[in-house]
Each structure stands twice: as C-alpha cells, then as structure tokens.
C-alpha cells in the first residue's frame, strides 16, 4: 500500500520526507519519490525499486535545502513498478507534483478527455490525470486549496492526493476519499501521512479527518473544509503509541491490522469494475471475449490459502458460467499429467505472485498451449507476468505471513472472474449480473459488521486457550472456509485442526469426536432449504457425542439455536458470498488465540511469506 507524507516547516523538507518515506516501508513499495518546491519551481526525483535506490539518486544530484516537500512510497496498481510511473507526478508545466494513494476509477475517460486536449502522458498511472486536473484549475487562477476541491467533485474511487504548487511554496494540500490520511501538527511546522508512523518522530498530536474533505498546511495552521468548499473541523487526538505499533495502526500484530482493513481491501478490489454502461470490466485480462467464449474447461491452480480461494471459484464460476473447472494443488498439478488443450483456461492464483509451485504449473499449461490468467496482488511479480492476462485483488501488501485480506480479495477476485466470464458467454442475464455486484458491493459493509463483534470471538479464543485439537465443519461455499479456519489456526497457533465437508463426517473423521472436543461449524444461510438442514443434521451428529459445537451462522437462524452451544452470527448473505463473512471469525479466533498461546502471530515458526522453492 503507498506511503504518502508531506512537510511544510522550518526543517529541510527533503530529510523529514526521506525519513517519514523510511518510517512507512513497512506498508511494502516498489518505487519511491519526492518533490519539493524551491523558489517557483519543482524538484523532483524519483526511482523504481527501494528507498536506497532513491537516496543513491539525491546523493549524485542534490535536491535544494528547502522546507516544503511531499514524497510518496508506491505500491503498484495502474502501470508496471518503473521510473516513469514512480510518484510524484507533474502536470504539463511542472507546477504542481501529486503523489496519490488508492485508485482513480474514472481516469480513462479523465486522461481521454486531457489527451483529446494535447496532454501528453508521461505514465502509465492514474495518479497523473489528477496532477494535470489540477494544474488546469490552478491556471483559472484560483487557488490549490480551491482546485483540489474542484478536481475531488469530479473524481470517482478511493483516493488520497497530496500535492504542492511551485507558485505557492508555503502550502500543502490534500484530499481524501476512502483513503487512509492523518494530519500531524507541530510548532511552526505540520505535517501529512499515510499513518502517524510518518512523523511521529517530530510532533504527537495528530488530526484525523473525515471523508470527502480537503487538508491545508503551512506553517501555522491547518484548515479543513469539504470537497464543496464548506468549512469542517478535523478531529485532534494525542498519539501515545510507539513507532512499532504506529505502524500497525495501533494493533498488536500486522495480522491483526489486516484483518480489521478488510473491509477496505475488499472495496478497493471492486472499484472501478464496472463500465459507464453497467457492464463488467476487467483491465488487465487481456483475454479476448472470443478466448473466453471459447473455453471448455477452467482449471484453478493455487497453494494453500489461495487453493482455497479456487475451490469458492469452482462453486461460483460453475453456477453462474455453466463451464466445468477443476481446483488443482499447484504443487500436484504436473505430476498427474492433466489434459490441456488450447480451449482450457488456466486460472493461477497466488497472493504474492511468486509461488514457485503455481509458476511451474502455469510454465508446464503454456507449454500445452493452455491461456493462462492469474488473479494477483503484487503487481509486476512473476506469475502475472507469465500469464495471459491478470487481475489483480488491491489487497495493498500483506505482511502477516498468515494471509487474510489477501484471501478476502481473491475471493472478491474470483467473483469477478465468474461474472466476467457469465457475461461474456450469456450464461447470466445483465441485471443477474448487475445484482451480484450490488450484493458484492455491500460486502464491506457486512465484514466491518462481523468485525464489530471481534471481543465475542476473542472471549472464545480465550475459553480455548487449553484445547489441544480443533474441528471445522463446513458444506459447499462453506467447506473451503472450514479448511481455511483450519490452517489459520495450524499456522500461527500450532494446534491440531482439521476442516472437513460435513458430509464427510460420517465416511471416518466422526471417530475423532471425543466429549468437549471443540468443532466450529459454518451454517450456510438458510436459502438453500436442504444445504441448511443437512448441515444441521451434522451438526446434531457432532453434538450427540459429545462435540462443543461453535457455531457461526446467519442473523435470524432460529434453527441452529437448540444445537449451537456458542452461537456467533453473521450477516445474512447469499450463499456463494458467505466465505467472505464466515471466514473473519476464523482469522480472528485464530490470531487471539495464537496470542494467547504467546506465539509470534506474524512470524510463525517454520514459514515464510513467499514460498520459492518447489
Ligand atoms: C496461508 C498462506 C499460504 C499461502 C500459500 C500460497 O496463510 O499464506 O498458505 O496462501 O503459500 O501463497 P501465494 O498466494 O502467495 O501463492
């Protein structure tokens, strides 16, 4: 996720900036840059690849000792990780630089409309139809406060920008949409960031703002005001936390923080997916509508957390698409031999875009002349790269090993790919598609829901601090979540757990119910009469020999009552969409109770964050 900071003071900007870009590496980056405005004009300099990289570059060309500067660590999303694309951006004369987090959904029609009028784009970005926007408003002659306000009201998506203006070297401004952003304030000096890890160094108090609003800084003041002009007041508040938990946005692990931006990174992975006309767009798939409709067979392929992602895929894309997919281990694919032919899709999924077992399977489908699309969160990583096309999930980093947000944007990911591909072959009607999309576009709202309730799952995380093994039952859409509870669980607390279709009970695992051992059960909404009721009965199962039976189900659902000895509820959902509310519970119970257990919950013994090696 980008890094933004911006100084107005007394200091030497360029070190304030250097060193507020440093204190929000951890956000992950692959470019960074910086801009300051000296006596009427810009400077800026800015470099693909790491901090050092940047620092290196000022070192063989010193920037000015002045005072006013903004700088920006990128986290790829529009435009490969390169020089040209790194941030700050400039607009045509070189009077205002932008640095920008988030994601403009509107900039193709923006830069259409700045090209038609001889604006030629210096980046693959979206961020740059702002800078330009704004050096338009700003030749109107107002002011930088006044054009951000005007360029806002016309932006769509998720957005924080932060800018100078070479005319006005004793001013910062900024805007926010949906976007993280944090004014700090000074003696004679404020400050912007991303967090208040970005200046926690030179000043505590910090200011938070509303959406929709517009920052000034200089020297003496900050002022707020909406993107309509009126004025607002920000929200002042004392940071008492150390730089470490400042960068975990309070929370003790950065699991847990990306738990809690769920929300967030689920509503960033659906912005900008649907046309002026309604229609679903996808960027980067590069695959043709005939390619698509040319599809006989789909094949997910994926490791651990993301396999999982594939097998919610398989129940989405089969229903809604009519074509049959297979989920696949990447790391089982080659060795079985698997029939591939030019009218197989390949579908890779993988958080980091560098599992070596998933890049091999996708080398071995090319070289059968399958098309391979890969759904990815690290853009310009290697599997994306060798495939087809992409889509990436904008879960911005993930830096916990144990992956959470990135599952939830996968998921996010998958359902995308199954409505593109059911609009593309006609096997769903517009307004079929059209209102998923209202029911995805709700979900952030519904994870935030659960969230809400995180003391109820952390109390029973507690109550299992002495459980040596645990079960989780799940049917359909609900037994990936089942096996995904399970590894979260194997993963940072170390203890037995198993996740099973419910079904599947009977056929052996039943055996292992012994009296209080604890199963947590996922009961599908209650839409599907008897998907409901079956898994009911399984439960009842569980519970007549002995089982603690912890169930998470839908708001309403009476029926599970009598069985349930602990009953969390979930937002009613349709029931190919309920992963991505029944899997928060897990991820929460699992990191609570792993800090219980006084675990390392973002370093797990053993595992790494990008598995390299076959
Ligand atoms: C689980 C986890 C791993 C990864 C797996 C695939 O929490 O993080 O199981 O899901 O190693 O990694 P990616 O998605 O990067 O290919």
């Known amino acids: 996720m980008c890094g933004i900071v911006g100084y107005v003071g007394a200091k030497p900007a360029e070190g304030v900036v250097i060193e507020g870009l440093r204190r929000l590496e951890y956000r992950g980056y692959d470019s960074a840059g910086i801009a300051l405005v000296d006596a009427g004009s810009i400077v800026s300099d800015k470099r693909a690849g790491k901090l050092a990289n940047l620092e290196k570059a000022i070192a063989e060309s010193p920037l000015p000792q002045v005072t006013t500067g903004i700088g920006h660590t990128r986290w790829a999303t529009h435009g490969p990780p390169t020089d040209r694309n790194a941030h700050p951006h400039l607009g045509r004369t070189r009077r205002v630089a932008l640095v920008h987090n988030g994601i403009i959904e509107n900039f193709a029609e923006l830069r259409g409309r700045l090209e038609s009028e001889g604006v030629e784009m210096a980046s693959d970005t979206d961020t740059e139809v702002a800078a330009h926007l704004l050096e338009e408003q700003l030749e109107t ?212 875009g560098e599992t070596a077992d998933t890049l091999q399977a996708i080398r071995h489908a090319r070289e059968q002349r399958s098309k391979v699309l890969s759904i990815c969160n690290t853009n310009g990583s290697t599997i994306p790269r060798e495939s087809d096309g992409v889509i990436y999930t904008h879960a911005g980093p993930e830096i916990g090993v144990a992956s959470t947000k990135g599952f939830l944007t996968q998921l996010v990911a998958c359902y995308l790919l199954a409505l593109y591909l059911a609009q593309v072959k006609g096997t769903r009607y517009g307004d079929e598609i059209s209102q998923v999309m209202d029911q995805l576009d709700r979900m952030p709202a519904h994870v935030q829901t659960v969230l809400d309730k995180s003391e109820e799952v952390y109390g029973l995380a507690r109550d299992h601090v002495g459980s040596r ?77 002995g089982a603690r039976t912890l169930c998470l189900a839908e708001e309403g659902d009476t029926a599970i009552e009598p069985y349930a000895d602990v009953l969390i509820t979930l937002p009613r959902v349709p029931v190919l969409l309920q992963p991505l509310v029944a899997v928060v519970p897990l991820q929460l119970f699992a990191c609570e109770l792993a800090t219980q257990l006084g675990h390392d919950v973002d370093q797990p013994r053993n595992l790494a964050k990008s598995v390299t090696v076959e």
Not at 236 to 265: C, N, T
Not at 282 to 288: F, G, I, N, V
């Open 141 to 352: 002659g107002v002011d930088l406060t006044v054009a951000m306000q005007n360029v806002c009201r016309g932006l769509h998506g998720a957005f924080t920008l932060v800018a100078v203006d070479a005319q006005d070297p004793d001013r910062v401004v900024a805007a926010r949409r949906n976007s993280p952003l944090v004014v700090g304030i000074g003696e004679g000096e404020n400050f912007l960031g991303s967090d208040v890890a970005a200046f926690i160094e030179h000043t505590r108090e910090a200011m938070e703002l509303d959406q929709d609003q517009v920052v000034t800084i200089t020297r003496d003041g900050v002022s707020v005001s909406g993107f309509d002009g009126t004025p607002a007041e920000g929200r002042r508040y004392h940071v008492d936390w150390d730089l470490s938990a400042a960068e975990k946005d309070g929370h003790d692990w950065f699991m847990r923080k990306e738990i809690f931006e769920q929300p967030r990174a689920v509503a960033d992975s659906l912005l900008g997916r649907r046309g002026a006309d309604g229609l679903l767009q996808l960027d980067e798939m590069r695959l043709s509508d005939q390619d698509l409709r040319d599809i006989d067979k789909i094949i997910i392929i994926a490791a651990g957390t993301s396999f999982y992602a594939g097998m919610v895929a398989k129940y989405a894309i089969e229903h809604w698409c009519r074509i049959p997919v297979e989920v696949e281990l990447a790391s089982e694919f080659r060795y079985r031999d698997p029939i591939l032919t030019s009218s197989t899709l390949v579908v890779a999924i993988s958080q980091s």
């Open 469 to 545: 093994s645990v079960l989780f039952l799940g049917r359909h859409a609900g037994y990936p979540v089942a096996l995904e509870g399970a590894l979260k669980l194997k993963e940072i607390a170390y203890l037995h757990a198993e996740g099973f279709a419910a079904g599947e009970l009977k056929h052996g695992p039943i055996a292992l119910v012994e009296d209080g051992l604890p199963i947590l059960c996922i009961v599908p909404p209650r839409g599907r009469d008897q998907l409901h009721d079956k898994m009911i009965s399984g439960i009842q199962e569980v519970r007549a020999r």
